[in-house]
């Protein structure tokens, strides 16, 4: 079955960063846009990051603009999302999701139109 799995989450102190990745089993990312999703606890997913597969259009929420970066190798099937600047309220769930698209440079921001979902990757902010 096609999937996305997630890596790169662990515990770091306030002021830390990541480097979460996204890889594809089972397809190719190419042609797929990418979206980065976080649940913490107790509280619903929401959207953090986008990438179309061009890697020509990202966009990010506004609570991590500034310390987040988006992009892509198509090549290596893979994504990145590096976070800066962690902090405990960024402690969540990460969850990369792809969705199909004939436009190289569309984004999704409805969770509800993807196709793949990984397990998703914890990050802990805490010092």
């Known amino acids: 079955q096609p999937h996305v799995v997630e890596s790169g989450g662990g515990l770091v102190q306030p002021g830390g960063s990541l480097t979460l990745s996204c890889a594809a089993s089972?397809?190719?990312?190419?042609?797929?846009?990418i979206g980065w999703f976080r649940q913490a606890p107790g509280k619903e997913r929401e959207g953090v990051s986008w990438?179309?597969?061009?890697?020509?259009?990202?966009y990010y929420k506004e609570f991590v603009k500034g310390r987040a970066t988006i992009s892509r190798n198509n090549a290596a099937n893979t994504v990145w999302l590096r976070l800066d600047g962690l902090q405990p309220e960024d402690t969540a769930v990460y969850y990369c999701?792809?969705?199909?698209?004939?436009?190289?440079?569309?984004?999704?921001?409805?969770?509800?139109?993807?196709?793949?979902w990984g397990q998703g990757t914890q990050v802990t902010v805490s010092g």
């Open positions: 089972g397809f190719t990312l190419e042609n797929y846009a």
């Open positions: 999701a792809a969705v199909y698209s004939a436009y190289p440079d569309y984004i999704e921001g409805d969770q509800r139109h993807y196709d793949y």
């Open positions: 990438i179309s597969w061009s890697s020509k259009t990202t």
